[in-house]
Structure formats: structure tokens, C-alpha cells
């Protein structure tokens, strides 16, 4: 399944072979040790290190049915009119999608995909980047895009990548990516960053947005297991990163509705503004767990979470 996808998740490999993650995860340590795919948090990829980044028809078949969780709720950010800046990748992709919705919307990206999900919504415009494509992500990269977003304005920027600790913030494999990556974070004046779980406490070779300017994460909840993607939350949350955690669903593809599955035990607030964020701007985000300001029952689910 790796070589043929790139990369999968441990729980899609339970479902296929019918046996438990904790079989899976013992086997896929074995296979490490005998070099045939690298393990990353909640899934595994094929050998490669920091350099190697999977194409989009690898990166479309890991955690989908989380990403289609974490876009449904990324989209509660968005408002009636806004202009924002959208990133490549396949969670941004999912976004877009749910982003057709809202009306008087301005979306700038560099992403064909994102491009191509909003080219039939009567009432929100799409400016594309310049620059050269870039066919593993359908990407425009290079030069002419960081040019064209010079001068640029906009409330928010959507962001993906391919890892994020606490310690570097956002990062990715490629050089030319992650310039533009940041490029679009210098335009707007919130960034959200979208990443599932299996991307916490993975470090790739270009940082693209260092954990100080991340305004919010959007992510799924861990697995109870997951000790590490626990511990690397609780420590953005200490940092300042307001972090919403869409509720768990049950698997398969992604799609314009949330699966069922697992919800958020209740609402939460977000905390108050960062980095000269003005206050009341944009929605709060609803049907979240947000890590940072935790009554002593979310205190106590992390800290059990983080012993198991």
C-alpha cells in the first residue's frame, strides 16, 4: 500500500487488513528496521528522509477522512466578503471546496486545485499567482509568484505544509514551495495553519512559517496512543497558537460533509487576540476543543491522554 500510495495512514492499514493499530504500528516498526518505509505519526511513507515530499495522488490517499474534518471546520473562520489567501496542498484543497459557499468572497492562491474547486462559485472571484507550475502539487512557484504578491493585503492566510512542531513551527521538503509559502504569509495579517495529526512533531528541511506567527492551528484529534502528537499540541498551545481540534470521524473519503463519528466534548472560546490581532475580528470557531484555555476537565483529558 505505501509503494503503491506513497504514504498511509495507520488507521486506513487496520481497516484493510482487519486487525488492531497496535498490530500495525509493531509491524510497520519491523519494516523500518528493514529500511522499506520510513514511520511518521499516524501513518507511514516511503523511504526518503527530510528531503523527500510525496505527490499529490500519494498525499490525497493519507488521513482524508480527517482533512475533510479539519476543512469543514476551517471554513466556520471565513466571512461574507473577505479576502484571503489560500495555500496549496490537499487539506487546502478541501477547504476550497466548502469555501464555494460563501458569497463576496476574494481567494488568492497558487494552487491550481484550490483554483479549480472555486472556478463554478457564482459569487466569489479568484486571483491566481503567477509563477511556474510545479506538477507534483499543481503549484505555481518561483519568482513571478512571490512577485505578484508583493503589495498584498489580505485578513487571513490558509496554510498547509508537510510537518509542524513547536519548536520550528510549519515546514516542507521544497525549497520553492516554501518560499512561496511565505510569501503569502507576509500578506496576510492572520495565518491558519491546517494540519491532521499525522503531521504533528514532523520536521522537514525549509521552515515556511516559524510558530510565533502561526495565529491558529485547525487539526483533528490524536489518537490516545499518540503520546508525541499529544505533547507537540500542549506545547503550540503554550506558545500562543490558538489551536481547534474538529471532531474525529470514521474514515474514507473526503467530501463536502463532515462524516459521523466522534464529537468535541462542548464548546469553546477562543482565546484573545494575538499579535496585534484586532479584537472581534473574523467568527469564532464552534464544535472545537481549543487547547490554551482548558477548564481542569480538558486539563485532566490531556493529561490522561498523555499517559496512555
Not at 481497516?15 to 509493531?26: D, M, P
Not at 511513507?45 to 493519507?62: D, I, M, N
Not at 489567501?85 to 484550490?114: C, I, K, Y
Not at 510565533?212 to 505533547?231: F, G, K, N, S
Amino acid at each position: 500500500m505505501v509503494r503503491a500510495n506513497g504514504a498511509v495512514s495507520l488507521r486506513e492499514l487496520a481497516r484493510v487488513v482487519q486487525t488492531s493499530e497496535v498490530t500495525v504500528r509493531r509491524d510497520v516498526r519491523a519494516l523500518e528496521a528493514e529500511g522499506l518505509l520510513d514511520r511518521r505519526h499516524g501513518g507511514a511513507v516511503l523511504p526518503g528522509g527530510f528531503t523527500r515530499e510525496s505527490g499529490f495522488p500519494q498525499k490525497s490517499h493519507l488521513a482524508t477522512a480527517e482533512k475533510t474534518a479539519i476543512a469543514d471546520l476551517a471554513a466556520g473562520l471565513v466571512e461574507e466578503g473577505e479576502a484571503i489567501v489560500v495555500g496549496a496542498g490537499t487539506t487546502t484543497q478541501e477547504l476550497a471546496r466548502r469555501l464555494a459557499r460563501v458569497p463576496g468572497l476574494t481567494v488568492v492562491t497558487n494552487s491550481l486545485l484550490v483554483a479549480q474547486a472555486l472556478a463554478h462559485a457564482n459569487r466569489v472571484e479568484v486571483v491566481m499567482t503567477g509563477g511556474t507550475l510545479r506538477g507534483s502539487n499543481y503549484a505555481l512557484v518561483g519568482s513571478g509568484a512571490e512577485q505578484s504578491l508583493q503589495g498584498l493585503r489580505v485578513t487571513r492566510a490558509f496554510l498547509s505544509g508537510s510537518g509542524l512542531t513547536a519548536e520550528r513551527g510549519l515546514s516542507t521538503s521544497n525549497m520553492l514551495s516554501a518560499s512561496v509559502d511565505r510569501a503569502l504569509v507576509q500578506a496576510a495579517a492572520e495565518v491558519v495553519v491546517l494540519a491532521d495529526h499525522t503531521k504533528l512533531g514532523t520536521d522537514t528541511m525549509f521552515q515556511t512559517v516559524p510558530t510565533d506567527l502561526i495565529t491558529r492551528l485547525v487539526t483533528d484529534e490524536p489518537p490516545a496512543h499518540d503520546d508525541r502528537a499529544v505533547t507537540e499540541l500542549q506545547a503550540l498551545a503554550d506558545q500562543g497558537v490558538q489551536i481547534a481540534v474538529a471532531g474525529q470521524s470514521g474514515g474514507g473519503a473526503g467530501g463536502d460533509t463532515v462524516p459521523a463519528g466522534r464529537q468535541p466534548r462542548r464548546d469553546m472560546p477562543l482565546p484573545g487576540p494575538r499579535r496585534g490581532q484586532v479584537p472581534g475580528a473574523g467568527p469564532q470557531l464552534r464544535s472545537a476543543t481549543v487547547l490554551g484555555e482548558q477548564s481542569p476537565g480538558e486539563r485532566a483529558r490531556v493529561a490522561d491522554l498523555r499517559r496512555r
